[in-house]
């Protein structure tokens, strides 16, 4: 076997079950066309034992699994000597506030961010809260709130759905734009879902501005993007940022392996390249 793929729970895709299905069914099938031999199973099914069975016979594994259980095994993987991607370790320190302290180590712009309440007494409304203990499996876990009564409304509503950590972000206005990338690879891919009418998980994109079109640097912003995934070791990514009136972009999302339902077709043979560069770089014994 040459390549091992987990796919994601449909609890950590809400409203996107069929299109992170098909990206992971799509890649898979695109590395048997360059004859890969390649094993899938679902994280729902990977557990202790897959390990043992595994470890030795898939030399690099391209995972979408988000379950705390399953990251472990993985990482636990990874220190055996297995290359997985995303790298398990990479996504289980993908809070909101390493997110927000690598953009500030590696002079990427984002809005300001405060880590707890007491901090926000120089916060400008409206701004957002967003759950910081696990990536967003419902609309409530990222909140818009236009005041301070709002905003403490909506920690009371984390407070009792147990959320124990969560961060509040500036709003920003200017272009919304949604983005993906593969790292290591020339593929990077952007559009506005105010300007495209494109798919949009929970609604959020009612709080921002229109569309106005401000210019930015894409390739600037495209080498920032991928110097970020690679410094998180999230290669497979994407995200959301603001571009303001003065083409600053401002990255308000970053995540692992998005379902690039809008430009599929051309990410799966970028993932691809990306796995198989991966594997050489470690030297792992696979068919090409």
Known sequence: MDFLGISRSPIYSPHSEDRDAQIFNQLSAELRARNFQVACLSEDEFDDKSVEILCNDAPIIFSMG??????????????????????ASGIMRLSRRNIYASCLSLGVNVPQQY?????????????????DDAC???????????????????????VQRGVAHYVVSEHKTGDLIKFYGVAGTSFFYWYSPKRDNGFSKFGLEKHNDEYSGF????????????CLAQHLQ????????????????FLIDFNDWPSFSCCRDKAVPAIADCLVQMAKHNRLSIKK
């Open 66 to 87: 988000r379950h705390p259980h399953v990251l472990r095994l993985l990482a636990k993987m990874q220190q055996q000597g297995c290359v997985v991607v995303n790298s």
């Open 115 to 131: 880590s707890e309440l007491g901090e926000t007494c120089d916060l400008q409304y409206p701004c957002w809260l967003k759950r």
């Open 136 to 158: 967003s499996q419902q609309a409530d876990d990222v909140c818009f709130a236009a005041n301070k009564e709002e905003l403490q409304s909506k920690i009371q509503g984390f």
């Open 215 to 226: 210019a930015f640097d894409e390739v600037a912003f495209q080498k920032q993007m991928n």
């Open 234 to 249: 999230i290669p497979v990514y994407g995200g959301d940022a603001i571009v303001d009136n003065q083409g600053q972009c």
